[in-house]
């Protein structure tokens, strides 16, 4: 062997050093489990270069999983709802703001949060409820634990996939307090209101489940569960629709949509996921022949302000009244066209988790949702929507118009 000269002897040191520096990275990573690794990267939010892309390439971040894990937890939860549905006692509490919450709210805020937290241990949920009456009310909390074991999915492959039964009423508390999240703009959070809709709920009306993934604060997934909707995208739309307790064939509606891929529906089920349609809002011109929905709670939005506007826009039909979410669902799938909540009180702030999955949904269906001023609805700021007021849907052809008029209608109250 020949020997080498020191300029080679250099040049060969500082190669090797070059070479071991620029592979570390990869070697640290390399040496952390594998199962590790997964979920560092499941769950590191889009990079902003990534967002910027989002509207022209959603397949580079495609939620499948985030979607599928949504629409089984909302599934699983509306069996509980139902059977509390079609029990005697609803177990109602009133909550300190005086609205009321039952065992089935809390029954449902515990099953889907376990399925989150089974799928996605980083993220984070703002959801409606609390575990505090229940641990100061063990009477209760054993009534809700009940209704919480018997909650399965019929596939034991689909229940396995939301992380099988919660293991012991402490573990359900636990789950209903992982909701406590204060919400943000940075990273994975999830908004979820187990039964929106609690007094159409009690009532035998329109209730709904409804789930949301907010990725750095905007709606990215949004799935609603309906257990008392037809599950006919065509059905016409009235106000007494579904309004009968029973649970029977042709009822119950999963809807869902991702940022950038459409929205969909599908039979809500029991067990596997049933195969979904594509939903599209109605493209209306004539903006007179217009259906508009409303709460059925005039305490929840001014029916005085909503017929102004509705009467505005030439709008002679009467209005539909549903309770929850319901709302935004029917108007995606075109049953109904325009979704007005013009606020009561000046103090009142809308609640994130009462509209983030609808909002994605509407999006997705073709429509543009912003409050009553047509300002953006900003769920970045934490549980409520403190910067807006109202909430006015419509499909995106007509909005302007409908906008105009429900700004008229404002400022001449102002
Ligand atoms: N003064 C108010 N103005 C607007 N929304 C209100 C309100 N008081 C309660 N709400 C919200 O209205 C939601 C129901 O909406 P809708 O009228 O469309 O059915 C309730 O959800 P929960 O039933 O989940 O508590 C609650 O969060
Ligand atoms: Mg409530
Ligand atoms: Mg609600
Ligand atoms: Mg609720």
Known sequence: MSPLTPQLHKYLFLSIIVLALSTLPLRS????????????????????????????????????KELEIAL???????????????????????????????????GAQALIISSIKHAFPNDEVVGEEDADDLRSNPSLRDLVWGLVQQAKLESVEEEE????????????????????SQGGNKGRIWALDPIDGTKGFLRG?????????????????????????????????????????????????????????????????KGALQPAN????????????????????AGHS????????????????????????????????????LYLRLPVSKTYEEKIWDHAAGVV???????????????????????????NKGVVAAPKAVFPRVIEVVKEVLSAKQ
């Not at 952390?32 to 967002?51: V, W």
């Not at 022209?56 to 499948?64: D, F, G, Q």
């Not at 508390?173 to 406590?180: M, S, Y």
């Not at 309770?323 to 049953?335: E, N, T, V």
Request: proline share 6%; charged share 20%.
């Open 29 to 64: 990573l390399l040496s952390k489990p594998l199962s590790r690794l997964n979920l560092l990267t499941q769950h590191l939010p889009p990079s902003p270069a990534i967002r910027r892309n989002f509207a022209n390439t959603p397949s580079k971040m495609s939620y499948s």
């Open 72 to 106: 089984l937890a909302v599934q699983r939860a509306t069996l509980l709802t139902k059977s509390v549905y079609s029990s005697h006692s609803k177990g109602t509490l009133s909550k300190s703001d005086s609205s009321p919450v039952t065992i089935g709210d809390f």
């Open 161 to 180: 996939k939301i992380g099988g039964p919660i293991k012991s009423a402490e573990d359900m508390l636990t789950a209903i307090d992982g909701g406590r």
């Open 205 to 269: 009306g329109q209730y709904a489940v409804c789930l949301a993934l907010l990725v750095d604060g905007v709606p990215i997934v949004g799935v609603i569960g309906c257990p008392n909707l037809p599950v006919d995208d065509k059905t016409p739309l009235d106000s007494s629709i579904g309004a009968d307790a029973d649970d029977k064939e042709g009822k119950g509606v999963l809807f869902a949509a991702v940022k950038g891929q459409g929205a969909t529906s599908r039979p809500l089920g």
């Open 278 to 297: 594509t939903i599209t809002m109605t493209s209306i011109s004539d903006i007179s022949q217009a259906t508009f929905c409303e709460s059925v709670e």
């Open 302 to 337: 001014s029916h005085g302000d909503n017929a102004a506007i509705a009467s505005k826009l030439g709008i002679t039909k009467p209005s539909v009244r549903m309770d929850s979410q319901a709302k935004y669902g029917s108007i995606a799938r075109g049953a109904g066209d």
């Open 361 to 387: 949904i509407v999006q997705e269906a073709g429509g543009e949702v912003t409050d009553a001023w047509g300002k953006p609805l900003n769920f970045g700021i934490g549980r409520t929507l403190k910067e």
